[in-house]
């Protein structure tokens, strides 16, 4: 194996895992490999939806609201339909004749694909053009004509319920206020019960902004409709492709088996491109009236402005503790802004996503949520950005009330932590609002990120500094997410069962194919699948083909999202090649004239045991498998199996955050110098992946702590609407990121394998902003909101702090 | 209008019309789809293109400015077969994940080890400083230009195939 260069000598930044199993250099089924995705990605021979060119095929663009929320009184196509390069012009209400114009959302509400009695939000799709280039598609737009009655727009969330407010969704029936859901979890009067008898309660009001995916490739689909077949081929954006044409089969009428999508290279999705949008729906309606492929891709300010927003949670938290920093309880009240329609992807029973963690990785007694969700004149969306199910959210909430109370009460944050971790022996552990931690060893693991940090010498450099006036600050995080959903019994997506499929075939020379329900979006999977099938099949991963990402040709299963590809496909995968494996057993009992009770499987063959000579390869099987020799009484040939997996629980991943950051008094900015992230994702398959997907998550974290934020002014124009307005951090405001691990398996996956797509999205968040209230308390501050600009820190240090719009 | 450039070594005569951005043209006209369409403001890199030896965000720059130019795009980072020492060091150093930026990263990685053949990690940053990424937080990136380094100005590399070892 080729070790990666470190690019630094610092022996802090050395990995040290000695106690733990380290598998960077254990040759594969698990250890470090190559990517295979790789070769064609760096000769720029990917696949992207904008790359598909298809003969005939036509542009589509999208007419966007200018305004936050108004009648539509007239719309005036006769010049656009007039322009020689267009070949179509559709809008609401053409759709609404043919039954097209509103869609599902994944939450049971409807969206509009086309507006036709109301504008809901700034940039929501109102009409489109079919022309002969993108160029021309979008020259037409300007020529139609679009009148607008302004209504007042319902903005700031903490209003949306005022009686005085205008009705956004009156297209529903009986609907007379802007109130969306109610939901809580947990035991109100027992948590109140603890509150009256703490000897210390800290609150705190946090914001965690609108913020906003932004992949790198923005949503696109090129539609091809096949009159004589009566077949759709559906090239999109897609990390859900079967859900989705399911989806379009209920929306448009379309037989399920004339559907075929197609996901091919996915230039990041990070949640965003989970929902079914408009531009979809009006590339597919444009095929089937136009007979020929119709291409639509999303411009950066499209993307922006309607595309799946995250976050958007105002949280009112309270945290009860003894005097000796006993954590008792924690309650919280939230106030959801879910934009214009629902259209957040959660499990159907889960209206707040998996918001029920809240409780941490603390042993307590008592915990008690209430989440109001309200509409209001913004994009829709709501679970997307690596949040987890809104774990993200929950998570901010109690690491920011963990390190708010270590510094009411005077006691060190990983102190305060290290005392109310759940201990190893409370596993499985169910905490107060009814999730079960399947595993952890959450002390080892904060103790290793304490370890690789240095975290004494960092507090005594902290108070040297502090003597100089300097403002230097250290935050910590822990945090325990949820994941792999989910079991079929208590979640579905629009009454989708959360499993997913896996098929393995092993062909006659012992090469094989494996068939995934799930989708990367750069996450890996034909490298780390193709890696869990060798483990258990003694196939070497480069003779392991993963096909994946078009419905044709895979297994049914929901997609990827919410880091469920390990925990569930991960799982499917590990257990379909037992299934085929057990098949082997068989055959090669026969071959051997041995009992199968006789025979012992070692590294890709089965030999008799105590006589490793007398042995057959997974190869050999598969020839006999294939071949025209017996096999055993009874059984078909080939090598092949497929299974459907229903996972038994959630797996827990976890981790330890450290961020070391120094704060220019002058200015208000803040510098992270150093970030440690230590994880625990259970069972490792592939280290130099997950190496990545941690460093990911954590520019994440550093983008949402520092700079990102989706703001609107009073009338609902949206101001983050282009990367000018919209920052994202660059390699100049990342440091070079440390990692390390621990390894606690999910006693109920296959392989042990807990998932780790979004737990440094998820985890360090709070880790930046502790960091920074750590930094400020001297000056009395005890909480700031995301995104920490030096603006606002400036304002905090002058003791005007300012929640954000 | 008729537009008259050398891509990647071959030139190339296409009519066009005037407005044609060049990521548009390279992809859309020539075919040439490793060069990517992000953002329209020149802030996110993933367009990033050689133009007279010159790193260039081909969002914000007409075809027709290219024209009687030296275009080189991604596609001709490997040669005879070969990879460029670039390509080679972010399959090694995992720089890429989805691999939509990774096109323009790779582009100034090759002009920055060009000009700098053994740049500090905050040479390396400020290089690519104009690009975004959204999946790796960069330092995996800078590895990878890192690596490159190592191998020599230029010089490509061998593509080694390598990917595992033996089932276990």
Known sequence: ?805 | MQVTMTVNGTEVTEDIEPRTLLVHFLRDTLGLTGTHWGCDTSNCGVCVVWVDEQPVKSCTMLAAMAGGKAVRTVEDLERDGVLDSVQQGFMECHGLQCGYCTPGMMMTGRWLLDHNPDPTEQEIREAISGQICRCTGYSTIVRSIRWAATQGQGSPVTHTTETAGTPS
Not at chain 1, 180 to 190: N, S
Not at chain 1, 195 to 201: E, S
């Open chain 1, 1 to 805: 194996m080729t070790a990666t260069p470190e690019t630094t000598t610092r022996p802090d930044r050395q990995r040290r895992q000695t106690e733990f199993e380290d598998n960077d250099q254990k040759p594969v089924g698990h250890g470090r490999m190559l990517r295979k995705e790789d070769p064609r990605l760096v000769r720029g021979r990917g696949r992207f939806v904008d790359d598909v060119q298809l003969p005939g095929m036509l542009h589509l663009a999208i007419l966007r609201s200018p305004v936050a929320h108004a009648r539509i009184v007239s719309i005036d196509t006769s010049a656009a339909q007039a322009h020689p390069k267009v070949k179509l012009v559709v809008t609401g209400e053409m759709l609404a004749e043919k039954g097209l114009a509103w869609m599902p959302t994944l939450s049971n509400d409807v969206q509009a694909v086309l507006a036709t009695d109301k504008v809901r939000f700034q940039g929501q799709e109102v009409a489109f053009v079919v022309a002969e280039d993108r160029y021309s598609a979008r020259d037409a737009l300007e020529l139609i004509d679009v009148e607008y009655d302004e209504l007042p727009a319902v903005v700031d969330a903490r209003r949306a319920l005022d009686p005085s407010m205008p009705v956004i969704r009156d297209d529903l029936e009986g609907r007379t206020d802007n109130h969306l859901f109610d939901w809580e979890t947990g035991d109100a009067e027992a948590t109140e019960a603890v509150f009256a008898r703490a000897d210390v309660v800290v609150t705190e009001d946090i914001v965690y902004p609108r913020v906003h995916p932004a992949p790198m490739e923005t949503a696109a689909a090129v539609a091809d409709y096949d009159r004589v077949d009566g077949k759709l081929t559906l090239w999109s954006t897609s990390q859900a492709p079967h859900a989705h044409r399911t989806l379009y089969a209920i929306v448009a009428g379309l037989p399920e088996h004339k559907i075929r999508v197609i996901a091919p290279d996915i230039g990041g999705g990070f949640g965003g491109k989970v929902p079914i949008y408009p531009g979809y729906v009006c590339a597919i309606v444009a095929s089937l009236l136009l007979g020929v492929p119709v291409k639509w891709a999303e411009d950066r300010t499209e993307n922006l402005t309607s595309g799946s927003f995250a976050r958007d949670y105002i949280m009112r938290g309270e945290i009860a503790a003894t005097k000796e920093g006993k954590i008792l309880a924690i309650r919280t009240h939230v106030l959801a802004d879910h934009g214009a329609f629902n259209g957040q992807a959660s499990p159907s029973k889960y209206p707040a996503g998996f918001f029920g963690v809240f409780t941490g990785s603390y042993d307590i007694e008592a915990a008690y949520a209430k989440v109001t969700a309200v509409y209001t004149n913004k994009a829709p969306g709501g679970v997307a950005y690596a949040c987890s199910f809104r774990i993200t959210e929950a998570v901010h909430l109690v690491e920011r009330l963990v390190t708010s109370l270590a510094l009411e009460m005077g006691i060190d944050q990983a102190e305060l932590r290290l005392r109310n971790l759940i201990k190893p022996e409370q596993f499985p552990y169910e905490t107060k609002t009814g999730w079960v931690y399947d595993s952890g060893n959450y002390e080892a693991t904060l103790r290793e990120s304490m370890r690789i940090a240095g975290y004494e010498e960092l507090l005594a450099e902290r108070e040297e500094k502090r003597a100089r006036g300097e403002l230097m600050g250290i935050g910590v995080s822990f945090f325990t997410e949820a994941v792999g959903a989910g079991p079929r019994k208590n979640m579905d997506i629009l009454g989708l069962g959360m499993a997913d499929g896996c098929e393995l075939r092993i062909h006659p020379t012992g090469k094989a194919v494996v068939r995934l329900s799930v989708k990367t979006q750069g996450q890996g999977h034909e490298t780390t699948f193709a890696q869990i099938v060798a483990e258990e099949i003694g196939i070497p991963p480069e003779d392991i083909d993963v096909v994946h990402g078009d419905t044709d040709n895979t297994p049914f299963g929901l997609g990827t999202y919410g880091s469920r590809s390990t925990p569930v496909s991960g799982a499917a995968a590990a257990l379909v090649a037992r299934k085929v494996r057990d098949k082997a057993q068989l055959i090669a009992s026969s071959m051997l004239e041995v009992s199968v009770a006789d025979l012992e499987w070692t590294k890709g063959s089965f030999h008799v045991k105590g006589d490793p000579s007398a042995a057959v390869t997974i190869q050999d099987i598969a020839m006999r498998a294939h071949g025209a020799g017996d096999l055993p009484d009874g059984m078909e040939g080939g090598l092949e199996a497929q299974i459907c997996y229903n996972p038994e629980n959630l797996t827990y991943p976890n981790g330890a955050y450290i961020c070391v950051v120094d704060v220019d008094r002058g200015t208000g900015e803040v510098k992270v110098r150093r970030f440690i992230a230590v994880d625990d994702c259970g069972t490792r398959i592939n280290p130099m992946i997950i190496e990545g997907q941690v460093h990911g998550g954590l520019v994440d974290g550093l983008g949402m702590a520092l700079m990102e934020i989706i703001e609107f002014d009073e009338s609902g124009n949206c101001l983050g609407g282009s990367f000018m307005d919209y920052l994202i951090p660059t390699a100049l405001e990342c440091p070079d990121w440390e990692t390390g691990f621990t390894v606690t398996p999910s006693p109920h996956h296959p392989i042990g394998a807990k998932g780790v797509g979004e737990s440094a999205t998820v985890g360090s968040p709070p880790a930046f902003v502790n960091a920074v209230v750590d930094a400020l308390h001297p000056l009395g501050i005890r909480n700031i909101d995301m995104p920490m600009t030096p603006s606002r820190v400036w304002d905090a240090i002058q003791g005007h702090p300012r929640p954000p719009v």
